[in-house]
Antibody, heavy 120, light 108 residues
Framework: QVQLVQSGAEVKKPGASVKVSCKAS????????ISWVRQAPGQGLEWMGW????????NYAQKLQGRVTMTTDTSTSTAYMELRSLRSDDTAVYYC?????????????WGQGTMVTVSS | DIQMTQSPSSLSASVGDRVTITCRASQSISSYLNWYQQKPGKAPKLLIYAASSLQSGVPSRFSGSGSGTDFTLTISSLQPEDFATYYCQQSYSTLPWAFGQGTKLEIK
């Protein structure tokens, strides 16, 4: 079945970096994009950015520009999100989501989420 | 940036009630409006895309309408499993693809 499986929870110190993976299966990886969304504890959803799995084009939320990098490995159908210079307010659940042109770029399949905790 | 504003922020209702949640965009987004349901500890689930198209597998009691700047999500007859938080999101060409702040639907 179509699914996105993310890497496990991470605990990082302020100033460190984290790299979350998102492995796709059950569909042609390069026919869709991948968006990343995060949710701080008790808060709403925040769109972080998008990457085309076809050509690697990216668009990032302005507030994260310079700290975030999204990449894909088409040989393993895996997307990655790296966030650098971590701060305590980066503590959140991070989700990857398939982004489908045929659904007007709605996010139709979601990963299970990866908890990233930033604490000294 | 396009801002998305949902109302109400929270709502209490009973099983069988008809419920409407509204979402307003700060500028026209045509029909590039999506609705998601999120239950505690779970990833969001796509309910409605392109303002009014029901995602496969979603019960027909869910419906969406609107275009331009004003949109609604309606649940025709609330079921126990519908108590959750609902988010609208714009996917118009203008990034970022922002979400509304969410509407928490609780049991009365």
């Amino acid at each position: 079945q179509v699914q996105l499986v993310q890497s496990g929870a991470e605990v990082k110190k302020p100033g460190a970096s984290v790299k979350v993976s998102c492995k796709a299966s059950g569909y042609t990886f390069t026919s869709y994009g991948i968006s990343w969304v995060r949710q701080a504890p008790g808060q709403g959803l925040e769109w972080m950015g998008w990457i085309s799995a076809y050509n690697g084009n990216t668009n990032y939320a302005q507030k994260l520009q310079g700290r975030v990098t999204m990449t894909t490995d088409t040989s393993t159908s895996t997307a990655y999100m790296e966030l650098r210079s971590l701060r305590s307010d980066d503590t959140a659940v991070y989700y990857c989501a398939r982004t489908a042109k045929r659904y007007n770029d709605a996010f139709d399949i979601w990963g299970q989420g990866t908890m990233v905790t930033v604490s000294s | 940036d396009i801002q998305m504003t949902q109302s109400p922020s929270s709502l209490s209702a009973s099983v069988g009630d008809r419920v409407t949640i509204t979402c307003r965009a700060s500028q026209s987004i045509s029909s590039y409006l999506n609705w998601y349901q999120q239950k505690p500890g779970k990833a969001p689930k796509l309910l409605i895309y392109a303002a009014s198209s029901l995602q496969s597998g979603v019960p027909s009691r869910f419906s969406g309408s609107g275009s331009g700047t004003d949109f609604t999500l309606t649940i025709s007859s609330l079921q126990p499993e519908d108590f959750a938080t609902y988010y609208c999101q714009q996917s118009y060409s203008t990034l970022p693809w922002a979400f509304g702040q969410g509407t928490k639907l609780e049991i009365k």
